[in-house]
């Protein structure tokens, strides 16, 4: 009989995100003004921001009910400084004017899972603890295991090559078909154990076979690089000039949404893939840039935070400039080439 999935225990210590002091010296929290916090969490860089300067009040967004449940005592410690919203950070702009704000001065986002989410085994977020195959942040909607037991061949190994970046994406995917004929998939132990009989790596590595696998299924479960597109979007048009935006990403596919956005909007060509050859026409800058390329946590961060060692930030402030027309070339970076049809074999 397998044992029920055990929750990571709770800790009084207070989260400390990635690259916190860095977020913070990008933002420049200072003066009265509004800060939206699109991926709240624990709360780490709401946190900091509302430490910063007793005159900023901040919007958190988190679409995890139990962040915004487990959030309850920090907003009650704001004494009214601190708002939490339940919602997608793609929608941070429709949120603000919901709050009855017009402009944001500082927005900030850390893009995918939470240590949190991670941690706790019942999420399904982690292959190295067994439990239910579900990764939905929202608890809500289509489960990974209603995409790993319905879902075509085909469009499996897209999401797992194209999200997840594994080489071995069709062979994982054949492996999963054929082990569902024999009974559903329900387990993120079923789903690891299947897929470390096809993907091979070093053992020194420290990487665990099905990492990418799981990337891969957990994008496409949450529509995060769509989300993280629309947030994109959403900060430039609701930030005022001179206000600033700090974005932390984990892996190469968000940050090279960001990289491409941010260098589109500050003036400078993008091109999506070979696939998209053309570049966007010129419009007017919206950015500047606040940070020269990427900022990468220190050696001393990686060491005491393993999770931290593929983060990155990047930083830009908002100009006058009215907000362009989005971004095509971007929104084809996070687009999945397989057709709907593929989704279900062409069953919707």
Do not use: C
């Not at 946590?297 to 999770?307: D, K, Q």
Request: glycine share 10%; hydrophobic share 45%.
């Amino acid at each position: 009989m397998r044992r029920p999935a055990r929750r990571a225990p709770a800790s009084d210590a207070p989260h400390r995100p990635v690259l916190l002091t860095e977020v913070i010296a990008a933002l420049a929290p200072a003066g009265a003004g509004l800060a939206v916090d699109g991926t709240f969490g624990a709360g780490g860089y709401t946190r900091a921001i509302l430490d910063a300067d007793p005159a900023l009040r901040v919007i958190g967004i988190d679409r995890d009910p139990g962040a915004i449940r487990d959030g309850a005592g920090l907003v009650e410690s704001a004494g009214g400084r601190l708002r939490l919203v339940q919602g997608r950070f793609g929608d941070l702009d429709a949120v603000v004017r919901g709050a009855g704000e017009a402009t944001a001065d500082r927005v900030v986002l850390d893009i995918g899972v939470s240590s949190m989410q991670i941690d706790q085994a019942e999420r399904g977020f982690s292959f190295r603890n067994d439990g239910p195959l579900d990764m939905r942040m929202e608890r809500a909607g289509e489960s990974a295991a209603d995409l790993v037991n319905d879902a075509d061949e085909a469009w499996l190994a897209d999401v797992i090559f194209h999200y997840g970046e594994e080489r071995r994406a069709r062979a994982v995917a054949r492996a999963i078909v054929e082990a569902r004929r024999r009974g559903r998939i329900e387990t993120t132990a079923q789903l690891a154990e299947l897929v470390a009989g096809v993907v091979r790596v070093d053992p020194a590595s420290g990487i665990h076979p099905a990492t990418r696998t799981f990337q891969g299924l957990r994008i496409a479960v949450n529509d995060e690089l769509g989300e993280l597109v629309r947030a994109l979007h959403a900060a430039e048009r609701v930030l005022r000039p001179g206000g600033r935006l700090a974005v932390v990403t984990f892996h190469s596919l968000e940050d090279r949404i960001v990289k491409q956005f941010l260098s589109a909007r500050s003036g400078r060509a993008v091109q999506a893939s070979r696939h998209v050859p053309s570049v966007e026409r010129p419009a007017p800058k919206s950015f500047t840039p606040v940070t020269k390329g990427p900022v990468l946590p220190t050696e001393s961060e990686t060491e005491a935070n393993p999770r931290a060692r593929s983060a990155k930030l990047r930083a830009a402030e908002r100009t006058e400039a009215p907000p362009p027309e989005p971004l095509e070339a971007v929104q084809v970076l996070a687009a999945l080439p397989a057709t709907a049809a593929l989704r279900t074999g062409g069953r919707r």
